[in-house]
Each structure stands twice: as C-alpha cells, then as structure tokens.
C-alpha cells in the first residue's frame, strides 16, 4: 500500500508498511500508481506517452521496482498475523493519570472534566489515596523499570502540597524497588508561582502548559469563573517557565475550536511570544456544541495545517524554527510495530485514578460509570474490560485497515470513539481526517528539511 500526495512544492509517497518516505520528480509520481495497479510496463508507457518520453518511462519504472526490490515500496502488511497472540500478552502498567484535583479555578467552556468535576464531585486526591495509586503503579509494573505518572486535573497546582509529597514519596520507593519515576504536570499557570516553577524544573521531566493562543481566542474559551480572560496573568508566568527550562521539556497546549478556524495564527502567535514547543489541538465536541468542529470544516481546518507547515519551513531556513507536537514524526526507524498493535495502552498500560482512587481506563472515560475498572486497594477488578482495551487497535478497526496512517495514529482515541459512536473500537471520522492531513503535513516538513541538507 503506497500513499502519495503533493504538498508545498514537493511529489511525496508514502510506502505505509515500511515507512518509507520517497520525495520523486514527476514522472516517477506518475507512474507509481500504475505500478500498483499491476499494469504492465508496456501499457504504463502507453499511459504515459503523450506526457513523457518513451525511454523516461522506462528508466522511471526500473527506479520504481529497484524501490520494491529493496524493501521500501509496495510492500506487504507483515505485522497482522501478530495480533493473534497479543490478547496473551501479559499486562503491565506503565503510567498514571492521577487525578490530584477534581477542581479547577477556570471555567473553560469546552473542558470535557466540566471545570474539573468529572460528572461528579469537586474532590483533591488526599496523600493517601495518591501512596497507594503509586504502590498499585510499582506492584503492576513488572519487571518494568521505568514509569510515568502525570498530576492532572482540574487544576492540579488547587492541591500542590499532596503534588510534592507523592514525588518525595515517589524518589523513596525508586531506591527501594529499582523504579524510576518520571513525573509530569499539566497546568493552567493560575497559581504558577517561583517556588512551584523551582520544584517542576527539579522534579518534573515535562511540563504542559494551558493557553489557547491569541488574547481574544484564549479568553472567549478560558475565562476565570467571573467571565474574565486569563491571558494577562499566565502569560508572563509561562514565558518564564519556559526560559528556566531552556524551552525544552515543556509544550504550550491549546485547543482551537470553531471560533478560529484560522488556528496557525494562535500557533504563531505562541511562537512570537518565544515559546518553541508548541501543541494546538482540535477541539473534540459532539456537534450540537456551538464551537464544536464539524465536517464541514474540514477543508478549512487542513488548508490552515498546510499553510501552517509552509511557514514552518520558511522560519526554520530563517532560524525562528520551533517545534509543533503533531507535525513531529521520527521517520527513521519506521512506525513502530508495537505502536501499530497497542495504540495509546489506556486501559492496559495506562490508567487513570480519581482522587478517591478509582481506577478508569484513561482521563477521558472518569465519571463514565460503565468504564470503572476497578480501585488502588483492590487493583483492576474488570480484567474482561482489560481484555476489550488489550484489543483495541488498528486491526480490530475496520476504518483503520484502509488508512494510509494507520501505523502512526495508531487507531485513534478510544475515548473519542465511545463518545462518537458508543464503542471504543470505532473511530472518530472528522478526528481522522485531520490526523491524515497532519502525518502529510509532517512528512512534508522533513522532506523540506532533507532537502537543506
């Protein structure tokens, strides 16, 4: 399976199963789909012939199939015939979303927490329930050395003396259990203040930073509860959280939504303000939502990721690069084959725990009853929805096995899936549209890059 598209100047295919990424002049563009087709080279001349010559066919067919000779195009789906033993795969947790605040000091009208309850109650995660989520963590983890846990919300800053006593309590059990904990923080910078940026610069190995753009845009959509914007305040705090962590090992994260289509610009905005690790995501909203993105959206929202990476590259040859989380794609290896079985590993390697410890399969699914797993005194007591999880990738999707991006998404949310069509192994279509348009867009970006070099 081969996908091929022109981006920015550039003819780029995509061979999907090898990951190999071919920039080619016209011809050889030309002819690649014939060759799929399975036409002889006689008749792709003949295709052919009042565009090329005769003997630039021929040489562009032999450049084409000394490709597939080597492994790198038109090849074959090896990976399929392994998801028949993944269901036996022994299960390790490897991360934790701990829910150390269901509370939160904004009002953003597109939260999905619903200001940080969750469809419940306002609760902060006491030291105790948060102990035993992270011995849970050490005692299913195997054999595992390394393991993630993100202190999320709401607004996880409501409940930072219970933040600082579960790292310091953390570092203790590495010693004497041969872990490494590797700590995150997502916040919305309200109460950033010195002595939290001292500690998340020692402490915390990546720090993501809430803000959706320019004032107008951040302020409709992130107001304080009194309807007052919060650009002013978190700005300056962000800059400098940014410069003391030598803009490294952070993101801004903003959502765009139907009020601003033209989101590149809020991407540029973040950058002009100094900020070189950039992540602004679509907004993920049922379509009765006023600012929900809908399909007939979808040809602006790709226009504005292709404008987007063509003043990626034009900064980058000026020296004002600076990175976006969903244009970047390490091409040198391939997909990853355990990536292309497992997906994102929620509800298996990934859990998230409410502040009373219950256990959910990722952020997204708290407050969802149906998808309680389970709790941190007694562990994962639903191991048939584990099971479900365990499976839940691209080849259990029907609407992954014809995508050309497949082995990069992975498959999709499937939280997104549940809430757009009431089963996790679905996908959610406007999602994949843009995820597609993204992998193009990020190819591109190397292949401009390849090209400077």
Not at 108 to 124: D, T
Request: a negative charge; charged letters at 30%.
């Amino acid at each position: 399976m081969v996908h091929q598209y022109k981006n920015n100047g550039f003819n780029i295919i995509l061979d999907v199963n090898s990951g190999a990424i071919h920039v080619v002049d016209d011809i050889v563009y030309d002819v690649v789909p014939f060759i799929e087709e399975g036409l002889k080279h006689e008749e792709i001349a003949d295709r052919l012939k009042d565009t090329y010559g005769s003997t630039e066919i021929m040489e562009a067919i032999a450049e084409c199939e000394e490709l597939k000779e080597a492994g790198v195009l038109f090849t074959e789906d090896i990976y399929e015939e392994a998801i028949i033993d993944f269901k036996k795969r022994q299960t390790v947790v490897k991360a934790l979303c701990l829910h150390i605040a269901h509370d939160c000091n904004l009002a953003c009208k597109y939260c999905f927490a619903e200001e940080g309850e969750y469809h419940g109650r306002r609760a902060l995660m006491s030291f105790e329930v948060g102990k035993k989520a992270l011995d849970f963590l050490i005692a299913n983890s195997g054999s595992r050395k390394n393991l993630e846990v993100d202190f999320f919300g709401g607004e996880p800053l409501m409940n930072w003396q219970v933040v600082k006593d579960l790292v310091k309590y953390g570092r203790e059990q590495e010693k004497i259990h041969g872990k490494n904990f590797r700590f995150t923080l997502t916040t919305n910078g309200v109460l950033l203040n010195e002595e939290i940026m001292e500690f998340a610069n020692k402490e915390m190995a990546n720090v993501v930073l809430s803000i959706d753009g320019r004032q107008e845009v951040n302020d409709l959509m992130r107001p304080f509860r009194n309807g007052k914007g919060s650009y002013d305040l978190i700005v300056p705090k962000f800059q400098k959280f940014a410069d003391s962590r030598n803009q490294e090992k952070y993101y801004v994260r903003g959502t765009f939504t139907r009020n601003n289509l033209d989101f590149a610009k809020d991407v540029l905005h973040l950058a002009d303000l100094g900020f070189e690790q950039i992540s602004v995501e679509p907004v993920v909203s049922l379509p009765e939502e006023e600012y929900a993105i809908r399909e007939e959206d979808i040809a602006s929202v790709c226009a504005e990721y292709d404008k987007l990476a063509a003043e990626m590259v034009k900064r980058e040859k000026e020296g004002k690069g600076f990175n976006f989380f969903h244009f970047m794609i390490d091409l040198t290896g391939g997909p990853c084959v355990y990536k292309r079985l497992s997906g994102c590993g929620s509800g298996t390697e990934y859990l998230a725990v409410t502040p009373w410890g219950d256990l959910y399969p990722c952020h997204q699914f708290v407050g969802e009853e149906e998808f309680l797993m389970g709790n941190v005194d007694e562990g994962v007591t639903k191991t048939d929805m584990r099971d479900e999880f365990k499976c839940c990738n691209v080849y259990a999707k029907d609407k992954c096995r014809k995508c050309f991006a497949r082995f990069y998404c992975s498959g999709g949310c499937a939280a997104n899936s549940f809430k757009f069509h009431g089963q996790i192994n679905d996908a959610y279509d406007i999602g994949c549209e843009l995820q597609r348009k993204r992998v193009e867009c990020a190819i591109m970006i190397k292949a401009a890059q390849a090209s400077l070099d």
